[in-house]
């Protein structure tokens, strides 16, 4: 069965940087794109951007250019986002979830709280 | 950027009722839109993708409709299951726009 599996909660201080990993498993890893989505507490979905994880080409949202970037290794089917320059309002959970446009599966979710 | 606009923002209903939440995206996004159903603490699950097709194992009891900039999920006798918040998202180009989001919520 597909998974995507993140890595554990992250405590940061402003201004350093974070890299949340998303192992995938139970399909071809290179067959589907994967994507990032946050969700700062008690708000809405942001998508942040893709990857293409066959060539490893990324699209990210005007929000993050500068500050994100998507990697893949994919001789362990594993993806990462890495946010630097953090700020407190970039504490959220960070999802991974797999697909071309609409997403049927996602990740458990990855804590980042920001914070001095 | 395609803005998405979800109505309302806060739904309150009771378990039966029918309801609809709307979504209208600020230029034509075609069909590329899907509706997610989430639960505090939980990850988003995908309902309806391509405005209309339903998600293999969701109950029939949600449909999609409607194309271009208007969009609408129904669902048609809500279950207790179904109070949670719903997002619809735009996938016709980058970025992938949501909206804010519809928190259903027990009358």
């Known amino acids: 069965q597909v998974q995507l599996v993140q890595s554990g909660a992250e405590v940061k201080r402003p201004g350093a940087s974070v890299r949340v990993s998303c192992r995938a498993s139970?399909?071809?890893?290179?067959?589907?794109?994967l994507h990032w989505v946050r969700q700062a507490p008690g708000q809405g979905l942001e998508w942040m951007g893709r990857?293409?994880?066959?060539?490893?080409?990324?699209n990210a949202a005007q929000n993050f250019q500068g500050r994100v970037t998507m990697t893949r290794d994919t001789s362990i089917s594993t993806a990462y986002m890495e946010l630097t320059r953090l700020k407190s309002d970039d504490t959220a959970v960070y999802f991974c979830?797999?697909?071309?446009?609409?997403?049927?599966?996602w990740g458990q979710g990855t804590l980042v709280t920001v914070s001095s | 950027d395609i803005q998405m606009t979800q109505s309302p923002s806060t739904l309150s209903a009771s378990a039966g009722d029918r309801v609809t939440i709307t979504c209208r995206a600020s230029?034509?996004?075609?069909?590329?839109l899907a509706w997610y159903q989430q639960k505090p603490g939980k990850a988003p699950k995908l309902l309806i993708y391509?405005?209309?097709i339903l998600e293999s194992g969701v109950p029939s009891r949600f449909s999609g409709s409607g194309s271009g900039t208007e969009f609408a999920l129904t669902i048609s006798s809500l279950q207790p299951d179904d109070f949670a918040t719903y997002y619809c998202?735009?996938?016709?180009?980058?970025?992938?726009?949501f909206g804010l989001g519809t928190k259903l919520e027990i009358k």
């Open positions: 990857i293409n994880p066959s060539s490893g080409g990324t």
């Open positions: 139970g399909y071809t890893f290179t067959d589907y794109y």
């Open positions: 998202q735009h996938y016709n180009d980058y970025p992938y726009t």
């Open positions: 979830a797999r697909g071309f446009g609409y997403n049927a599966y």
């Open positions: 391509e405005a209309s």
């Open positions: 230029q034509n996004i075609n069909n590329w």
